[in-house]
């Protein structure tokens, strides 16, 4: 445990953004289970709507820091090669 008062602050802050980002991870992890799901289904149009609401997700999650710029980049690339492939084929 810390002593100093500003420690203390910092480990309450801590914890607060942890759960902060732990309900943005899950929310981002629950809709990439449900785009791969959709993917799977050949269901086009719901899966580029919540392929949509993804990126946006993603992209707002890496300004606050809590993905790091490559590894939103892999994410969205990986999806989009799914959904542009569905769409094609």
Do not use: H, W
């Not at 607060?16 to 086009?44: D, G, P, Y």
């Amino acid at each position: 445990m810390p002593n100093l008062a500003n420690a203390k602050k910092a480990l309450r802050q801590s914890k607060k953004r942890a759960q902060r980002n732990k309900i943005v991870k899950a929310e981002i992890k629950s809709l990439r289970v449900k785009l791969r799901k959709m993917v799977e289904a050949t269901k086009v149009g719901e899966a580029e709507s919540v392929a949509q609401v993804l990126c946006k997700k993603l992209d707002k999650a890496q300004q606050k820091n809590i993905y790091k710029k490559n590894t939103v980049a892999r994410y969205k690339s990986r999806f989009m090669k799914k959904v542009n492939a569905l769409k094609k084929g």
